[in-house]
């Protein structure tokens, strides 16, 4: 339980959710949830559909959702082969209506998601960002160390964009830029004046890419030293290993263009040889290591990687509350108590509550969240349906 002094914590300000509708969206045929509660949590056997409201809350933002589904996955396997998600939320501008959502024949069609903004259509979910934040933790990322390089770097760019929403964008340009490179060069009718110009705007979107990565991480890796005596949690640090970012350690934006732009052009005929573009930030990775001792992540156990996982997600929340001029994102904790013990458990509550976040947790017992208890609402999740507990 909250005691009394933790009662002192400032009124919750951050965003939240008031009301989740989901229709026909994976499990679930129809569902409506009220929310008036600061946490939310999830409790039901593996398999319920715990991570698919998760899921579906996680689609009111850009991207492909904490699952990274294909459109058409989210679909109710009985239903009409269509879905919708809609929320009514109290975000950083205010009271706000947001759904999303696709038809059957949209799907057919290769249509995208469909996004409204208070009944209106908007061109693509970007145009959320700018009522409400979302931040993740999903068992999936206890792998990141040990996975592929592209998951990390999909991880360290999901970091990216919370800090710099803009490099969504530049990273969107600079794959479609790629990809028209890539089919260029195994085109019998490629020409050179246009494989030029593709590789100058990769050149701009890629050191841009960069450069972006270069000063989101500086600040995340300051913000996790400058809490390092007030959180149990071990400092994260990260480096990131990249030939185009640590470059820009040595010369400017502008030469480092140069620079990519001559070796795209030397690499045409090795690439088409080898069927990629071989030169660039799509190449990057990077390090974790734990602050205090040195350690690199993929080095620790499973408990400390889950503990410098928390570190980052953390302070990825304090940059966007401070970014949103104090108004907290919504998180996602997906099955959070795996691999915390009880006493690290309850400090990663208080340090939840010191966010003033609203937060949705998943998890097998109602146990694991005692701590919260007097500030939760505890929902009971079967298979398509959920009640309150």
């Given at each position: 339980?909250?005691?009394?002094?933790?009662?002192?914590?400032?009124?919750?300000?951050?965003?939240?959710?008031?009301?989740?509708?989901?229709?026909?969206f994976?499990?679930?045929?129809?569902?409506?949830?009220?929310?008036?509660?600061?946490?939310?949590?999830?409790?039901?056997?593996?398999?319920?559909?715990?991570?698919?409201?998760?899921?579906?809350?996680s689609?009111?933002?850009?991207?492909?959702?904490?699952?990274?589904?294909?459109?058409?996955?989210?679909?109710?396997?009985?239903?009409?082969?269509?879905?919708?998600?809609?929320?009514?939320?109290?975000?950083?501008?205010?009271?706000?209506?947001?759904?999303?959502?696709?038809?059957?024949?949209?799907?057919?069609?290769?249509?995208?998601?469909?996004?409204?903004?208070?009944?209106?259509?908007?061109?693509?979910?970007?145009?959320?960002?700018?009522?409400?934040?979302?931040?993740?933790?999903?068992?999936?990322?206890?792998?990141?160390f040990?996975?592929?390089?592209?998951?990390?770097?999909?991880f360290?760019?999901?970091?990216?964009?919370?800090?710099?929403?803009?490099?969504?964008?530049?990273?969107?340009?600079?794959?479609?830029?790629?990809?028209?490179?890539n089919?260029?060069?195994f085109s019998?009718?490629?020409?050179?004046?246009?494989?030029?110009?593709?590789?100058?705007?990769?050149?701009?979107?890629?050191?841009?890419?960069?450069?972006?990565?270069?000063?989101?991480?500086?600040?995340?890796?300051?913000?996790?030293?400058?809490?390092?005596?007030?959180?149990?949690?071990?400092?994260?640090?990260?480096?990131?290993?990249?030939?185009?970012?640590?470059?820009?350690?040595?010369?400017?934006?502008?030469?480092?263009?140069?620079?990519?732009?001559?070796?795209?052009?030397?690499?045409?005929?090795?690439?088409?040889?080898?069927?990629?573009?071989?030169?660039?930030?799509?190449?990057?990775?990077?390090?974790?290591?734990?602050?205090?001792?040195?350690i690199?992540?993929?080095?620790?156990?499973?408990?400390?990687?889950?503990?410098?996982?928390?570190?980052?997600?953390?302070?990825?929340?304090?940059?966007?509350?401070?970014?949103?001029?104090?108004?907290?994102?919504?998180?996602?904790?997906?099955?959070?108590?795996?691999?915390?013990?009880?006493?690290?458990?309850?400090?990663?509550?208080?340090?939840?509550?010191?966010?003033?976040?609203?937060?949705?947790?998943?998890?097998?017992?109602?146990?694991?969240?005692?701590?919260?208890?007097?500030?939760?609402?505890?929902?009971?999740?079967?298979?398509?349906?959920?009640?309150?507990?």
């Open positions: 339980m909250i005691s009394s002094d933790q009662n002192k914590h400032p009124k919750f300000i951050g965003a939240d959710i008031k009301k989740l509708i989901l229709t026909d994976r499990n679930y045929k129809y569902t409506s949830i009220e929310i008036n509660k600061k946490f939310i949590v999830l409790i039901g056997n593996n398999g319920a559909g715990k991570t698919n409201i998760l899921e579906a809350i689609l009111l933002s850009p991207g492909r959702g904490i699952r990274a589904a294909s459109t058409s996955d989210y679909a109710r396997k009985d239903g009409q082969g269509g879905w919708s998600v809609f929320s009514e939320l109290n975000g950083i501008n205010g009271m706000v209506r947001v759904g999303t959502g696709i038809t059957k024949e949209q799907i057919t069609d290769g249509k995208r998601r469909q996004c409204r903004l208070d009944g209106s259509f908007v061109g693509s979910p970007s145009f959320f960002s700018s009522h409400v934040q979302f931040i993740s933790l999903t068992p999936v990322m206890d792998r990141l040990i996975g592929s390089s592209s998951d990390r770097r999909k360290l760019d999901r970091l990216v964009i919370s800090i710099d929403p803009h490099h969504r964008i530049n990273l969107g340009k600079y794959e479609k830029a790629m990809a028209q490179r089919s260029l060069l019998s009718n490629n020409n050179d004046k246009w494989i030029d110009s593709i590789e100058m705007q990769m050149s701009e979107y890629g050191v841009a890419i960069a450069s972006a990565r270069v000063v989101a991480i500086k600040i995340l890796n300051e913000e996790i030293i400058s809490r390092k005596q007030h959180s149990v949690f071990p400092p994260a640090i990260i480096s990131i290993n990249g030939k185009y970012e640590s470059a820009l350690n040595e010369i400017s934006a502008t030469d480092l263009e140069k620079v990519f732009i001559s070796e795209l052009f030397e690499s045409r005929n090795s690439d088409r040889r080898v069927g990629r573009t071989t030169n660039g930030p799509h190449r990057t990775d990077f390090t974790l290591f734990h602050g205090t001792t040195g690199e992540a993929e080095n620790c156990s499973t408990g400390e990687q889950k503990n410098l996982l928390i570190s980052i997600v953390l302070a990825e929340a304090r940059i966007s509350k401070k970014k949103n001029n104090g108004i907290a994102p919504i998180m996602l904790l997906d099955e959070i108590g795996a691999h915390l013990d009880s006493k690290r458990l309850n400090n990663l509550y208080e340090e939840i509550i010191a966010l003033n976040a609203q937060v949705w947790f998943t998890g097998i017992e109602a146990e694991l969240f005692n701590y919260i208890s007097d500030h939760a609402a505890f929902k009971l999740v079967t298979d398509g349906s959920i009640k309150s507990l």
